[in-house]
Nanobody, 114 residues
Framework: QVQLVESGGGLVQPGGSLRLSCAAS????????MAWYRQAPGKQRELVAR???????VYADSVKGRFTISRDNAKNTVYLQMNSLKPDDTAVYYC????????WGQGTQVTVSS
């Protein structure tokens, strides 16, 4: 079983930056593909970025060039650096992985507003 705990959300002005963190429990973190999803009010949950165990990454078109996903296997942590934030980035951001079953964190709110 894997537990995921996100942190780092908050209120930021348009054009600002935030870094989200997701700490994972267990000893198999280094072999897991980790991802960040987000869900805005009234919208479906969508993939933001994904990083494989080997470090290859995938990004949603809407965040390419602005967001960076990374991982620190020594700390069992995955990060999402978000720059040039826009109001459309406002959502609850969730950490996700899959090991036979899906695991989700509790979510962290990101609000981009002036």
């Amino acid at each position: 079983q894997v537990q995921l705990v996100e942190s780092g959300g908050g209120l930021v002005q348009p054009g600002g930056s935030l870094r989200l963190s997701c700490a994972a429990s267990g000893s198999i973190f280094s072999i897991l593909t980790m991802a960040w999803y987000r869900q805005a009010p009234g919208k479906q949950r969508e993939l933001v970025a994904r990083i494989a165990s080997g470090g290859s990454t995938v990004y949603a078109d809407s965040v390419k060039g602005r967001f960076t996903i990374s991982r620190d296997n020594a700390k069992n942590t995955v990060y999402l650096q978000m720059n040039s934030l826009k109001p459309d980035d406002t959502a609850v951001y969730y950490c996700h992985t899959w090991v036979g079953v899906q695991y989700w964190g509790q979510g962290t709110q990101v609000t981009v507003s002036s």
